[in-house]
Every structure is written in C-alpha cells, then in structure tokens.
C-alpha cells in the first residue's frame, strides 16, 4: 500500500468517528452504568474490557515490531507509551474493576476498533513512515507532546483511583465522586484520556496519531455528557457548578 492509499484510508477513519457522534449524542452505549438487556447476550465486564483493549495492544505491537522501517529512539518512546498504557487498560485496570454485565455486541465493537486503531497507528510506525531522526527528541512538538500525555495520563490514572475507591466490595454500588479535577467536571477520567491522546498526536505528528486523539474525544464527549445527566439525574443534591468533561467549558 502506498503511502497516499494509506492517507486516504486514515481520512476516511476520521470521517466515521465524526460521523459518529451525532448518534453517539442520542444513544447512549449500554456498558457500565447504562447497563442494558436489550442489546443482545451479556459477558462479564472484566473480559470485555481484557478484549477490547487488548486488541489496541496486540495489534499496535505487533505491526510496529514486525514493520521493517528502522525503529530509532523516538519511536521506541512512542511504543512505550502505547504499551505502558494498554497493559494497565487490558490488565490492571480490569483486575480492579468490580465487574459488572457488558453486552458481547460492545466488546465486539470496542475489538474492531482497537484493531483498526492499533493497525493504522502502528502499521504507520513499523511500515510507512520514515524513521523519526534522534534530534525529535529535542524538538518542540515532542516535548511538549510528552507533557500533554503524561499530564492526561496522570489525570486519568488519579481519577480512576477515586472510582475505584468509591466501588469497594459491600459498599453502594455508585456515590458523588469528590476531590481532584472532580470538583470541576463529572468526568474528569475522561478529560485526561483526551488530553494524554492530543499530547501523543502532537509528539509523533502524523496522521494516524491524530485520527486516534479525534476518535477519542468523539467518544469520549458524548459519554461524559450521558454520565452528567446520569448524575444529575440520580443525585438530587449533585454539585450544579460541575460541567461534563472540559473544566468551565463543556
């Protein structure tokens, strides 16, 4: 595949995620807390999540170690990261959760899409591209790319801490999540996946990169919508200064 074939096809990604979010703005997707029967034979929670992310795992590795292109220093960096990220999102993060139901139909979809999204974003690295020179490491956009994703994911894992230390065994199954970037947002876990993944399109800045951090806030921003009115709607007494994902703005 040429490179401008490539392209294409990852415009193409782009354009079905934002395609997407008008529906995903209706239809709220029916694992975690909105649970629901009506969208086929259910699994545990804890193997979706194993499969889902997983997928992102394997394939990215897989294409970027197998890819003939020279692997310098930046991109050794850049595999870091994608790992270091889904063996916590596919294994420890799984572990922990309380697990509840999933509809297999969600795994399913979070599986092709970890596929696609681990194929595109490694295929480009182990295939296509052309090697990063070392100087990257110097460059702007790379440091302040590490910045973001280390942010986002310093966000991300914090607010996944207060989560989970809300759903402890013969506790209630869900309260107001408070302290952190909690104060400001209903999901503030969301919000740094978004940030951790605009940081590494900046730092690799390429293509494929970039249609993962659009795909992210595609999903993600509706889904915080959902959960604020969730809490809104569950807990009377729900701050009202809270927004949904952006601090003060969304």
């Known amino acids: 595949m040429s490179t401008n074939q490539f392209n294409l096809l990852v415009w193409a990604w782009i354009a079905i995620g934002l395609i997407?979010?008008?529906?995903?703005?209706r239809i709220t997707a029916p694992y975690g807390r909105h649970v629901r029967a009506d969208w086929g034979p259910l699994m545990p929670a804890r193997y979706g999540w194993m499969l889902m992310e997983g997928a992102s795992l394997i394939v990215f590795a897989g294409m970027f170690l197998a890819g003939g292109v020279a692997k310098t220093a930046p991109m050794w960096v850049f595999f870091a990261l994608w790992v270091v990220h889904y063996v916590n999102r596919s294994i420890v993060f799984p572990l922990r959760i309380r697990s509840r139901a999933m509809?297999?139909?969600?795994?399913a979809m979070g599986v092709v899409f970890g596929v696609v999204n681990g194929g595109v974003n490694g295929g480009w690295l182990g295939w296509l591209a052309d090697p990063y020179p070392d100087t990257w490491l110097i460059d702007p956009r790379f440091i302040g790319g590490l910045a973001l994703f280390l942010t986002g994911a310093a966000i991300n894992l914090a607010s996944d801490e207060t989560l989970l230390a809300l759903r402890r065994p013969g506790g209630p199954e869900y309260s107001i999540p408070r302290g952190g970037l909690f104060r400001y947002v209903s999901c503030p876990n969301h919000f740094g996946e978004i940030v951790e993944w605009t940081g590494f399109a900046v730092l690799c800045w390429n293509l494929p990169a970039l249609s993962f951090a659009i795909w992210t806030a595609a999903n993600l921003i509706p889904r915080s919508l959902s959960h604020h009115r969730w809490y809104r709607q569950r807990f009377p007494g729900y701050p009202r200064e809270r927004k949904a994902v952006i601090p003060f703005v969304l």
């Not at 997407?20 to 703005?25: D, G, N, Q, S």
């Not at 509809?103 to 795994?107: G, K």
């Open 20 to 25: 997407a979010v008008p529906f995903e703005l």
């Open 103 to 107: 509809p297999v139909s969600i795994a």
